[in-house]
């Protein structure tokens, strides 16, 4: 059986619910987020696991950190894994389209079905949902809400100041 744990820091964008699998982060919620699992799947609340994650967060919120290099225990199936390892392709400060994220997958016309797994991503932030626009270029759906996907999107293109007072 494996071990789960959480603990829950505070953020620019709300508090974030942070979740490990035998120590490795598997989930980060936001409050309010769509397809957002029970908090009794979150497993005994114990911050031991998550000091790295911790660092890497307050840095990237400080402004100071453009590509998280932390160990990810990614649950879903193979081809929302394919997704969510694209979408760690996104460089900071830029974006795709799902239909630009489709093509790199070598499916082109799966451009519905890679929103559908972009949206069930586990592990918001450190895998960049919020870097998926629409065709178009305007903002499409965020488990997190469209005013956090503006407001992180800003925040990467340096229109928004970096928070003060990242985390702590």
Not at 44 to 67: I, K, M, S
């Amino acid at each position: 059986m494996p071990t789960v744990q959480h603990t829950v820091v505070d953020s620019p964008y709300e508090p974030l619910t942070l979740v490990a699998v035998d120590g490795v982060l598997s989930r980060v919620h936001m409050t309010g987020q769509r397809h957002r699992p029970p908090e009794e799947t979150f497993g005994e609340p114990d911050p031991r696991p998550f000091g790295e994650v911790v660092r890497q967060l307050d840095a990237y919120f400080a402004g100071d950190l453009t590509a998280f290099d932390l160990p990810l225990r990614l649950e879903g199936t193979p081809f929302q894994r394919r997704v969510w390892n694209e979408l760690l392709r996104i460089p900071y400060g830029e974006t795709r389209t799902y239909g630009q994220l489709a093509e790199a997958l070598g499916t082109p016309t799966a451009s519905r079905a890679v929103g559908l797994a972009n949206g069930k991503n586990p592990v918001s932030i450190i895998v960049p949902c919020h870097r998926v626009i629409g065709a178009g270029g305007g903002l499409t759906g965020y488990g997190g809400g469209l005013d956090r996907k503006r407001r992180l999107l800003a925040f990467e293109s340096g229109a928004l100041p970096a928070p003060p007072d990242a985390l702590f």
